[in-house]
């Protein structure tokens, strides 16, 4: 559970970061992704959690975590 709690603290972290740093990015990308086919957008996504879980996986394995 303490992972999980890690993780979503770490995405937080990173997306307010992101929120307050480049407030006009965040606008394009989202323009961005509406133009994209859901098919694409979920590969993403899919994507997105794959390397998520390889890197917390990893954390773990690393004896970090």
Do not use: Q
């Amino acid at each position: 559970m303490s992972v999980v709690v890690l993780a979503l603290g770490l995405v937080f972290c990173v997306e307010g970061l992101v929120l307050a740093l480049a407030p006009s990015r965040i606008e394009d990308l989202l323009s961005f992704l509406t133009r994209l086919p859901p098919e694409t957008r979920r590969l993403l996504g899919l994507t997105a959690v794959a390397v998520g879980a390889a890197l917390v996986a990893g954390a773990r394995a690393l004896g970090t975590l």
